[in-house]
């Protein structure tokens, strides 16, 4: 009590100052209109600039929030997508659709060998197994190759050992989606006859003859391409839609019906 004393007592001066200041700007505010509109206007500034502060530090605190929904909106309206291709979206429960989608994140990624794994969050404990399509939201990323309890190896399409059915938009002539390693931006589809019409700028995406991607799943467009040296087919450069080296969300597609169609498959080439 006796330092608020002493500290009242060494500054009376100045608190008379600022007491006798603030009584003078309360009789001006309230004896002048003028006075007064300017004093709410920057009162207002005042607390508007703060409330938009604040706001703005509750919105960054909330973006993981925000993104997780976002996140999950986007799963739910890829798997719309992918199971109504060419119909309307009709209003159907998500658990009885023939692909499913699950979202993941990239905690590794490589693009500089000559046979690239990406490893993402998400593994048998979320249904993930092998040979299931990954995707972002430009295009295809590669196929699920080795799982664990709670992660998996994606084989990216920047592998020598990826091949994947693909083939030139709005057409039924198809290919293999392949790497020569020359680049991590361009990959090659091989096996489109001569005959076929091909434009600088077409776009690739991926076929109906496998049952890992859904139809239609963005690849890239051509850049280039000439024919081979029996001059029957095509070599083809693809501009990938993904930047390989900035990759961070991705969409695991889980295809209900895979196992049963490897299984038919499985019986038709033994039988063979």
């Known amino acids: ?110 693009y500089s060998l000559r046979n690239n794994y990406i490893t993402i969050n998400r ?17 295809i990323l590669g196929i699920v190759e080795h799982t664990s309890r709670k992660f998996a190896a994606v084989q990216s399409v920047l592998n020598t050992k990826s091949n994947i059915n693909a083939k030139i938009k709005n057409t039924n002539n198809f290919g293999s989606l392949k790497w020569d390693t020359n680049r991590f931006d361009v990959v090659q589809l091989e096996d489109i006859p001569r005959m076929v019409p091909l434009n600088i700028g077409d776009t690739i995406v ?31 450069e693809v501009a990938l839609f993904n930047d390989m080296t900035n990759i961070k969300q991705v969409y695991i597609i889980r295809n209900e019906n895979s196992a049963e169609i490897q299984d038919l498959e499985e019986k038709i080439s033994n039988d063979q």
């Open 1 to 110: 009590m006796q330092q608020i004393i002493n500290f009242i007592l060494r500054n009376k001066t100045t608190l008379l100052y600022l007491f006798l200041l603030l009584v003078g700007m309360n009789l001006s505010i309230q004896s002048h209109s003028y006075h007064r509109a300017r004093f709410f206007n920057s009162a207002n500034w005042v607390a508007g600039s703060i409330y938009n502060t604040q706001s703005s530090i509750t919105d960054y605190f909330d973006l993981r929030e925000q993104n997780q929904k976002l996140l999950e909106e986007n799963t739910r309206l890829r798997t719309l997508l992918f199971n109504n291709q060419g119909k309307e979206i009709a209003s159907q429960e998500l658990d009885s659709f023939s692909f499913k989608v699950i979202p993941a994140k990239i905690i590794k990624n490589s």
């Open 123 to 139: 593994g048998k404990r979320d249904s993930v197994e092998q040979d299931m399509g990954v995707i972002t939201s430009k295009g």
């Open 206 to 236: 991926t076929g109906a003859m496998s049952s890992i991607f859904p139809e239609n799943i963005p690849i890239g467009t051509i850049k280039k391409f000439d024919l081979t040296a029996s001059q029957s087919f095509y070599n083809i």
